[in-house]
Nanobody
Framework: QVQLVESGGGLVQPGGSLRLSCAASGFTFSTNTMRWYRQAPGTERELVASISYIGGTTNYADSVKGRFTISRDNAKNTVYLQMNSLKPEDTAVYYC?????????WGQGTQVTVSS
């Protein structure tokens, strides 16, 4: 079965950095686009970044452009989200996502809190 397991969240001060990881299994990782979403309390889940399976074409939400970088290691079946210059408004639960076998799959999420 498809499994996505996120890690790397935590508490960080404004201006700090974190790197999230998502270990994937149960599908052919190298042939699927991977995405990171986030959801803050009382808000809808929003797409943060995506990376295609070939060529690593990336896309970002305007709110994180220039600060976040998505990458993937197909040999390790892992997708990453490097987050720099973090702001309090980046506080949210971050989810890894893949659309495969005609449906969306989600990880359990990892909490990121940006606060002094």
């Amino acid at each position: 079965q498809v499994q996505l397991v996120e890690s790397g969240g935590g508490l960080v001060q404004p201006g700090g950095s974190l790197r999230l990881s998502c270990a994937a299994s149960g599908f052919t990782f190298s042939t699927n686009t991977m995405r990171w979403y986030r959801q803050a309390p009382g808000t809808e889940r929003e797409l943060v970044a995506s990376i295609s399976y070939i060529g690593g074409t990336t896309n970002y939400a305007d709110s994180v452009k220039g600060r976040f970088t998505i990458s993937r290691d197909n040999a390790k079946n892992t997708v990453y989200l490097q987050m720099n210059s973090l702001k309090p408004e980046d506080t949210a639960v971050y989810y890894c996502n893949v659309f495969v076998y005609v449906r969306d799959y989600w990880g359990q999420g990892t909490q990121v809190t940006v606060s002094s």
